[in-house]
């Protein structure tokens, strides 16, 4: 599955992942593949899971996808084409 990271607290070593309408999915750091910590807004791929207090992130690695929900359609242009400003 991917998402977006929607909370990571550092100091604690687990954060939320976005769920749509649904409840979050936790994610711990010892998940993390080829990375220590997750920024918020980064894309992610993993496998979710189900334990006894909800939805939890396995095998999480940042996705090689560009995320394109903060800067629109068109990655990092801040004015697609057609826009006129």
């Given at each position: 599955m991917?998402?977006?990271v929607?909370?990571?607290?550092?100091?604690?070593?687990?954060?939320f992942?976005?769920?749509?309408?649904?409840?979050?999915?936790?994610?711990?750091?010892n998940?993390?593949?080829?990375?220590?910590?997750?920024?918020v807004?980064?894309?992610?791929?993993f496998?979710c899971?189900?334990?006894?207090?909800?939805?939890?992130?396995?095998?999480?690695s940042?996705?090689?996808?560009?995320?394109?929900?903060?800067?629109?359609a068109?990655?990092?242009?801040?004015?697609?084409?057609g826009?006129m400003?």
């Amino acid at each position: 599955m991917q998402t977006i990271v929607k909370k990571w607290f550092q100091d604690k070593g687990y954060g939320f992942l976005e769920n749509g309408t649904g409840p979050d999915i936790m994610v711990r750091k010892n998940e993390l593949i080829k990375c220590s910590f997750l920024k918020v807004g980064s894309l992610v791929e993993f496998e979710c899971h189900s334990d006894g207090r909800g939805l939890v992130a396995k095998k999480v690695s940042l996705s090689r996808k560009k995320n394109n929900t903060q800067n629109g359609a068109r990655g990092s242009r801040k004015n697609p084409f057609g826009v006129m400003t």
